[in-house]
């Protein structure tokens, strides 16, 4: 049964803007979800989060000022809008649900999605 489903990457130039976004199902939309990233050659990182009900977030130092993390739970979908992308935003996204969010970390579970792609050129 697929817990998480990403969309919304593709191939954009520096500077500009990217919104992606992770649909939930039923058992996963009242859970803490978090964006995670992956470069080729690198460890997955974690770059926001939020809780379920939308009022607590986390955010990488990397993106602070840059990306915003939302959920609207009708929808099921969580948001992550990517402005100011930069060529070392590349990577493959991952949503991950279910995890441990504090409002200076988030500690992911073993629940992912397949991950979407996104690359920024200079």
């Known amino acids: 049964q697929v817990q998480l489903v990403e969309s919304g990457g593709g191939l954009v130039q520096a500077g500009e803007s990217l919104r992606l976004s992770c649909v939930l199902s039923?058992?996963?939309?009242?859970?803490?979800i978090g964006w995670f990233r992956q470069a080729p050659g690198k460890e997955r990182e974690v770059v926001a989060a939020?809780?379920?009900?939308?009022?607590?977030?986390f955010y990488a130092d990397s993106v602070k000022g840059r990306f915003t993390i939302s959920r609207d739970n009708a929808k099921y979908t969580v948001y992550l809008q990517m402005n100011s992308l930069k060529p070392e935003d590349t990577a493959v996204y991952y949503c991950?649900?279910?995890?441990?969010?504090?409002?200076?970390?988030?500690?992911?579970?073993?629940?992912w999605g397949q991950g979407t792609q996104v690359t920024v050129s200079s």
């Open positions: 939020i809780n379920w009900r939308g009022d607590t977030s």
């Open positions: 039923r058992r996963t939309f009242s859970y803490n």
């Open positions: 991950n649900a279910g995890g441990a969010l504090t409002g200076t970390s988030y500690n992911p579970s073993d629940t």
